[in-house]
T-cell receptor, first 112, second 111 residues
Framework: EPEVTQTPSHQVTQMGQEVILRCVPISNHLYFYWYRQILGQKVEFLVSFYNNEISEKSEIFDDQFSVERPDGSNFTLKIRSTKLEDSAMYFCASSAGGDTQYFGPGTRLTVL | ELKVEQNPLFLSMQEGKNYTIYCNYSTTSDRLYWYRQDPGKSLESLFVLLSNGAVKQEGRLMASLDTKARLSTLHITAAVHDLSATYVC???????????FGTGTRLKVLA
């Protein structure tokens, strides 16, 4: 069964460093999403992406964040200058038609 | 601004019993989603509800949507231990691709 994959599973970085989180959505899906979940808290929407552009972003998704689909398979989330409060689990998801979303296993980001 | 609230936040129930989890949302939403999340894991899609009166069932779980009341329910029938997890609802902000999640209901089914 096709699945969304994410790498790395755990990323540790120093405050102020740039990180890139990678996702490979399901191959025939057209809609892509990033979410984050701070430990013990609810899932928060970051951004949705369709047709090679951002279709919606939340207030969390400020200028420090960017997304890219550099080729036909990868979907990346970049955080330019990480802060302590960026420590969270980051989930990528994809969907075929904007309905059922399939989530990846997540990347745990720890900012020291 | 769309807000999503679930209750209860915690639920401990005996095997074989029935119970309902409630998900209220504050403004018009185009879609309502239910997910299962096991500890330390990702989200698994359970149901997508698209219209008023929609009802979907999978095994011991049944979800429904009342858009007039802005309420979705997740009903558990004859709970079994394997259903122990956190159940999360999410709503799509009308006219956007922005999703708002509830805090989740942590369900523990006791043998």
């Amino acid at each position: 069964e096709p699945e969304v994959t994410q790498t790395p599973s755990h990323q540790v970085t120093q405050m102020g460093q740039e990180v890139i989180l990678r996702c490979v959505p399901i191959s025939n899906h057209l809609y892509f999403y990033w979410y984050r979940q701070i430990l013990g808290q609810k899932v928060e929407f970051l951004v949705s992406f369709y047709n090679n552009e951002i279709s919606e972003k939340s207030e969390i998704f400020d200028d420090q964040f960017s997304v890219e689909r550099p080729d036909g398979s990868n979907f990346t989330l970049k955080i330019r200058s990480t802060k302590l409060e960026d420590s969270a689990m980051y989930f990528c998801a994809s969907s075929a038609g904007g309905d059922t979303q399939y989530f990846g296993p997540g990347t745990r980001l720890t900012v020291l | 601004e769309l807000k999503v609230e679930q209750n209860p936040l915690f639920l401990s129930m005996q095997e074989g019993k029935n119970y309902t989890i409630y998900c209220n949302y504050s403004t018009t939403s185009d879609r309502l989603y239910w997910y299962r999340q096991d500890p330390g894991k990702s989200l698994e899609s359970l149901f997508v509800l698209l219209s008023n009166g929609a009802v979907k069932q999978e095994g011991r779980l049944m979800a429904s949507l009342d858009t007039k009341a802005r309420l979705s329910t997740l009903h558990i029938t004859a709970a079994v231990h394997d259903l122990s997890a956190t159940y999360v609802c999410a709503a799509l902000t009308s006219g956007t691709y922005k999703y708002i999640f509830g805090t989740g209901t942590r369900l523990k089914v006791l043998a």
